[in-house]
């Protein structure tokens, strides 16, 4: 299968040049993110913009080959629904403690 046209993929940018066209050196402001690696998921979060069907081709297509995450230093794993679940769940338990604890608040 043939790889998609250049424009149909998200651009890729380095840390330096993000931060250069961010402004983040005069704004000096706390830099978090997270990488969505697909935009192709089943769980169908209302909150969440990764809803594209698993199945998907075209949205496949439109992704970095696990050669070029693995470039990138991107740790992945196969895992069943079950198996994430799981982890989801330990991860929430793990860290709502410390959120308590910190007396962290939203908004």
């Not at 993000?18 to 192709?40: H, K, M, Q, S, W």
Request: charged share 30%.
């Amino acid at each position: 299968m043939a790889s998609p046209a250049p424009s149909t993929r998200v651009p890729e940018v380095s840390f330096l040049e993000f931060r250069e066209r961010a402004g983040l050196d005069r704004l000096r402001v706390p830099l978090e993110g997270t990488i969505e690696t697909t935009y192709r998921c089943n769980l169908n979060c209302v909150h969440c913009y990764v809803n594209q069907p698993a199945g998907s081709r075209e949205e496949r297509e439109r992704e970095l080959s696990l050669e070029r995450l693995k470039q990138l230093n991107v740790e992945s794993r196969e895992n069943t629904p079950a198996e994430f679940r799981a982890f989801v769940v330990a991860e929430i338990e793990k860290w709502s403690g410390v959120v308590r604890e910190a007396n962290i608040k939203l908004g």
